[in-house]
Antibody, heavy 118, light 107 residues
Framework: EVQLVESGGGLVQPGGSLGLSCAVS????????MNWVRQAPGKGLEWVSH????????HYADSVKGRFAVSRDNANDSLFLQINSLRAEDTAVYYC???????????WGQGTPVTVSS | EIVMTQSPATLSVSPGDRATLSCRAS??????LAWLQQKRGQAPRLLIF???IRTAGLPGRFSGSGSGTEFTLTITNLQSEDFAVYYC?????????FGQGTKLEIK
């Protein structure tokens, strides 16, 4: 069974940092591209970041470029998102999402909430 | 960036009836269009990809159609578990974008 379990969310002050993690199981992690997608309270879905299978190619939404950094550890089946210089508008549930070879987002974690507030 | 527009924002339908949800892309995405379902307090779940291909185990009452810029998700014989928010997602062009969602509620 495919599982993606995020952790690391919490309450942080504006300008602060957090490190999110996603532990996966049930599939060959190193063979799949991965994404982070977020959802602000009561709002829709926003793609945040993508990383290729080897970790050498990354992409970011303009809203987070320069502040967020995605990485992965294929040896330990884990995905990470380092989020820096946090703003109130970064408050959201952050989902770890598997991207299959066709580009569709086929499996989603349960999400980890990030709240940016003083 | 491709803008995805869903209509209506809210759709009230009676159980057993048919629901038709629409999604329009600001430019062609071919058939690289997916539909996701999100129930309250849960993560989104992929229902349909390639505009019309159902995921394994998805009941046949769900069907997707369209290509280019106009897409439709049709749900027939609505069951209580179908009332949720539905999002379309284009994965044709970077960055991936989503519609704002259609809330399907019980009439």
């Amino acid at each position: 069974e495919v599982q993606l379990v995020e952790s690391g969310g919490g309450l942080v002050q504006p300008g602060g940092s957090l490190g999110l993690s996603c532990a996966v199981s049930g599939f060959t992690f190193r063979s799949f591209e991965m994404n982070w997608v977020r959802q602000a309270p009561g709002k829709g879905l926003e793609w945040v970041s993508h990383i290729d299978t080897g970790g050498s190619s990354t992409h970011y939404a303009d809203s987070v470029k320069g502040r967020f950094a995605v990485s992965r550890d294929n040896a330990n089946d884990s995905l990470f998102l380092q989020i820096n210089s946090l703003r109130a508008e970064d408050t959201a549930v952050y989902y770890c999402v598997r991207g299959d070879t066709g580009g569709r987002f086929d499996y989603w974690g349960q999400g980890t909430p990030v709240t940016v507030s003083s | 960036e491709i803008v995805m527009t869903q209509s209506p924002a809210t759709l009230s339908v009676s159980p057993g009836d048919r629901a038709t949800l629409s999604c329009r892309a600001s430019q062609s995405v071919g058939t690289k269009l997916a539909w996701l379902q999100q129930k309250r307090g849960q993560a989104p779940r992929l229902l349909i990809f390639g505009a019309s291909i159902r995921t394994a185990g998805l009941p046949g009452r769900f069907s997707g159609s369209g290509s280019g810029t106009e897409f439709t998700l049709t749900i027939t014989n609505l069951q209580s578990e179908d009332f949720a928010v539905y999002y379309c997602h284009q994965y044709s062009n970077w960055p991936d974008t989503f519609g704002q969602g259609t809330k399907l509620e019980i009439k």
